[in-house]
């Protein structure tokens, strides 16, 4: 089977090796070293001041949320990984959902202002698929409102905009690293922010609310990443450059190879330094998707309907139409793209689709 991304392991003794560190130590979870160690060196990689490694990628979001949605409505995105909507609903918060833009698939920052009422407490946007949103356009209308900026950058690692990681955009930053992702820990994800005392609450918030051993400073919850996890994440971390390098030439040939004519890719923002985290392509209508779809698994070639479906046709979001958002969600398939894919299957793939869109 060709699956749409595979997991990048490292070599097992090399993980193993982080890992009697901690066997060593007896020491499994509650910010060990080696989640220590990680945190430093993401943050030098990444170039961010301030970084939290949680458990998952969702719960930095419900955090953020816990802090700053104060129950109100949240200016959102259709076009997102159902975790987004989800946070939103599962705090008690009104997901306000504003069409994306056609070329970037990001939320249309030109319509974000028409949607704000007096009970909105914040915008919680998703960088889809790597690609930035319109994040100076966004940064002041929030300042404008008063509304705090909540960024869903589950696929972002090494994304750079403006020259600057795209972390270190808006009030809170998430990312995912799970296993399918450029980057991850097994499972686990993290936080960002610029703000020192934003910072301290996003911290004490994701260990129980601890201010020390025998203090709490406010509510929390457990988002603690264990050891094992950061054990892979250190792991994988040298691999980096090898991993994105390799992405790139899967990228390359499906731009090389595929007809324009009848597909349409992914616009990258301008200014972006983009980590090739998935190859997704637009086909002309949902009809076209199944056909090409069933073409491909005739030959074992799994791609993903992603992301689908457009949120605000959830039953529990109960969202006003969207006809950009649903009308790219019923069109999109990410094609397969991860490390040591064969040429021969991008061949394969290519003509395939090639062969039913023309």
């Excluded at 949605?69 to 599962?90: N, Q, R």
């Excluded at 955009?169 to 998430?174: E, H, I, L, M, N």
């Amino acid at each position: 089977m060709i699956p749409v991304t595979k997991t990048f392991l490292p070599p097992q003794e090399e993980y193993n090796s982080y890992v009697k560190r901690a066997w060593d130590k007896v020491w499994l979870t509650n910010r060990g070293e080696l989640t220590l160690e990680l945190e430093d060196k993401l943050k030098n990689l990444l170039n961010v001041s301030n970084l939290i490694i949680t458990n998952n990628g969702t719960i930095p979001i419900q955090i953020a949320l816990k802090l700053f949605g104060e129950g109100g409505e949240i200016i959102t995105t259709p076009f997102s990984y159902v975790a987004t909507s989800a946070a939103i609903v599962w705090e008690n918060c009104k997901p306000v959902f504003v069409d994306i833009n056609p070329n970037y698939l990001t939320i249309d920052e030109t319509k974000i202002e028409a949607a704000i009422t007096p009970k909105t407490t914040a915008i919680l946007a998703t960088h889809v698929f790597g690609n930035p949103c319109d994040v100076i356009a966004i940064e002041n209308i929030a300042k404008k409102h008063n509304l705090k900026v909540i960024y869903d950058a589950a696929h972002c690692f090494g994304v750079k905009f403006n020259n600057q990681s795209l972390f270190n955009f808006g009030d809170v930053s998430t990312c995912s690293f799970h296993a399918t992702k450029l980057f991850h820990t097994g499972e686990g994800g993290a936080m960002f922010c610029n703000d020192a005392a934003v910072f301290h609450q996003l911290y004490y918030s994701h260990n129980f609310g601890h201010n020390g051993p025998l203090a709490f400073h406010g509510l929390g919850i457990n988002a603690k990443i264990s050891e094992l996890q950061s054990a892979m994440g250190l792991a994988v971390l040298p691999y980096m450059d090898h991993i994105i390098s390799e992405r790139k030439k899967v990228v390359d040939y499906y731009n090389n190879n595929l007809n324009f004519n009848a597909v349409k890719s992914l616009k990258i923002r301008e200014n972006t330094e983009w980590n090739y985290s998935y190859y997704p392509v637009i086909l002309d209508s949902e009809e076209t998707l199944l056909q090409v779809s069933e073409a491909l698994a005739k030959e074992n070639i799994i791609p993903r309907r992603y992301f689908y479906p457009s949120l605000n046709t959830i039953e529990y979001t109960k969202g006003e139409k969207m006809p950009v958002s649903e009308s790219i969600a019923s069109r999109i398939l990410c094609l397969p793209l991860y490390v040591g894919i064969p040429e021969a299957d991008l061949e394969n793939i290519t003509q395939i689709i090639n062969t039913q869109t023309s």
